[in-house]
């Protein structure tokens, strides 16, 4: 093959090293400008867009590693338990004693907030009177007496259904009798 080049062959040469040059040139400078561009946009612009990608790998990234994450697994365990119990209460037991015996107790044991003693059968007595159907009423309402002590609605667990209360107090009235 011939090495030997034309004046018409070099001047293409130049024309296209120049052209090459030029081309590489301008593709850095392309380059640069886009660095720039890049770094200058807000890098989060959607904060509602990372939160909710946030929220979807969370179950998936949480690690409950050490103490620190028995202690989160166990909050949310308790959270968890909670939110089951707050929608049926004591398992949904229409069992007066055992609801009783979780919260009435509390002050119908003891006369706490000026409440009648379920032992007390003559503070009963006058209450048995006004009919069941008061009472049941007044347990699931909520009922300040004249003396101003106050029955909280439900006994304080708004989760107890109407069934659950009306037991209680059938129940609370055959210990009072
Ligand atoms: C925070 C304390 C408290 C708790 C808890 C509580 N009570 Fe009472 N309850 C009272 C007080 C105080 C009265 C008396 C109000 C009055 O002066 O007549 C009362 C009265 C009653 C009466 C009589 C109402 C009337 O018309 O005379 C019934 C029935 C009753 N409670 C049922 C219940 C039941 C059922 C529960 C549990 C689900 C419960 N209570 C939990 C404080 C409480």
Redesign the pocket.
């Known amino acids: 093959m011939s090495t030997h080049l034309t004046p018409s062959d070099r001047t293409f040469m130049k024309h296209f090293a120049i052209m090459i040059a030029m081309l590489a040139g301008t593709a850095v400078v392309l380059m640069i400008i886009g660095t720039f561009v890049w770094a200058s946009l807000p890098k989060e612009s959607n904060q509602q867009e990372a939160q909710r990608a946030g929220d979807r790998i969370t179950p998936v990234a949480a690690v409950y590693a050490g103490d620190t994450g028995r202690a989160a697994m166990e909050a949310a365990k308790a959270a968890a338990d909670k939110a089951a119990a707050s929608q049926v209460a004591y398992g949904g037991t229409t069992d007066g004693k055992t609801?009783?015996d979780h919260?009435?107790t509390?002050?119908?044991e003891t006369g706490?907030?000026?409440?009648?003693r379920i032992t007390d059968k003559s503070a009963w007595a006058p209450?048995i009177k006004?009919g069941i159907a008061?009472?049941?009423k007044?347990?699931i309402d909520g009922?300040?007496?004249?003396?101003?002590?106050?029955?909280?609605a439900?006994?304080?667990?708004p989760a107890?259904t109407d069934a659950q209360?009306e037991a209680?107090?059938k129940w609370?009235v055959s210990q009072a009798q």
Do not use: Q, S, W
């Open positions: 609801i009783f919260l009435c509390t002050c119908h706490a907030a000026g409440a009648p209450r006004e008061t009472l049941v007044h347990a009922y300040t007496g004249p003396d101003g002590n106050h029955m909280p439900k006994g304080g667990n107890l209360v209680t107090v609370m």
